[in-house]
């Protein structure tokens, strides 16, 4: 395959000519010109990242990591940002982890696989890397972007929201339905967001007289099967539940799948709120309640901080996202329970 190098030996010129015939840009001869579009054309050359990255000074490629590659809800965050890369001229790429065992050593490798790939930034979203392992990207530091992650290190590259506020809201959309026998299926404790989201939620039910110690709770892996089983599980205990609150929205709609098809209606039997209102949350049957979190607005504005520390564009950039409860058909007012009939 023909290098930028074989193009500048054929067309007896240097990089810098054939680096100005290929942007289009700066000035060259009519002489040079001909020789440089003659031996491009006689060995096929088409510019590889490496020789874009000769003749631009940049690879025009960002790297996006991501814990793991399922379900439909970082599909959706790649497509906003890949959107966004391609509006600018630019490509992505991605590298992910394979299971939650160890997430931090797949993060540190799937981040410097991009790093060492050429790509001029890295977008790291929901990642589990520590202030000290950011210290070993250097230089490199200083063009990364996290998405629903904070580091004091960088507040300035940061774009997440408060989820213990989340978690706080989703409570009260509960309490104020009446709801106070509750149960939580939670994401997994090695989460940051979820372990917040979860105190959030546990403190506004403390603050309200429950006892947060006899909720019912259970851990899983944010998947839909997740959700199924936990629901599965939570009826099998026998505790008396009017409405259940899920880390993430897939967990909600594997819940709702299990109590459709056991005969427990939803809302009138019980109520279902879940969290991060992704895009199949309106969708559901019945369509689900969710905290909002405003990951479209995040992932765009994370973007725009990239391109300006890694290409010198002026964007402006918001970095205060609200949370709020979308309210759809999961969640209703707890019924007020039967007196039992007198005895006649």
Request: charged share 25%.
């Amino acid at each position: 395959m023909a290098t930028i190098k074989d193009v500048a030996q054929m067309a007896g010129v240097g990089l810098g000519t054939v680096s100005r015939v290929v942007r289009g840009q700066g000035s060259v001869s009519p002489d040079k010109l001909e020789r440089v579009r003659k031996a491009i054309d006689a060995l096929g050359y088409r510019p590889s990242h490496a020789a874009r990255s000769l003749l631009y000074g940049t690879s025009r490629m960002v790297g996006v990591y991501i814990p793991l590659l399922s379900g439909t809800f970082y599909a959706a965050i790649l497509q906003i940002i890949d959107a966004e890369l391609r509006a600018a001229g630019l490509h992505m790429m991605v590298t992910f982890g394979v299971s939650r065992e160890d997430a931090r050593r797949q993060a540190l490798e799937g981040v410097g696989l991009l790093v060492d790939r050429g790509c001029d930034g890295v977008i790291a979203i929901t990642c589990p890397l520590t202030e000290e392992d950011l210290a070993t990207l250097g230089p490199k530091r200083e063009r990364l972007v996290a998405l629903n992650q904070h580091f004091d290190g960088m507040p300035g590259q940061c774009f997440t929201v408060d989820h213990r506020l989340g978690g706080k809201l989703a409570a009260r959309a509960l309490l104020d339905h009446a709801h106070r026998d509750i149960a939580v299926i939670g994401g997994p404790a090695s989460a940051p967001d979820n372990v917040e989201r979860i105190d959030g939620f546990l403190r506004e039910l403390a603050a309200a007289g429950i006892d947060t110690g006899k909720v019912w709770m259970a851990e899983r892996d944010f998947s839909p099967d997740g959700g199924r089983s936990a629901a599965r599980e939570l009826v099998a205990s026998g505790r008396p539940f009017s409405a259940v609150f899920c880390a993430n929205d897939e967990m909600a709609l594997g819940a709702l799948s299990f109590f459709h098809e056991a005969g427990i209606r939803v809302p009138a039997d019980v109520s279902v709120i879940g969290y991060d209102d992704a895009p199949g949350a309106a969708y559901a049957t019945p369509r689900l309640t969710s905290v909002h979190i405003p990951w479209r607005e995040m992932a765009r504005n994370g973007v725009a901080e990239l391109l300006n520390l890694c290409y010198g564009h002026a964007r402006p950039v918001t970095r205060t996202f609200p949370v709020s409860v979308s309210l759809r058909s999961t969640l209703g007012h707890r019924a007020p329970k039967k007196r039992p009939r007198k005895a006649t």
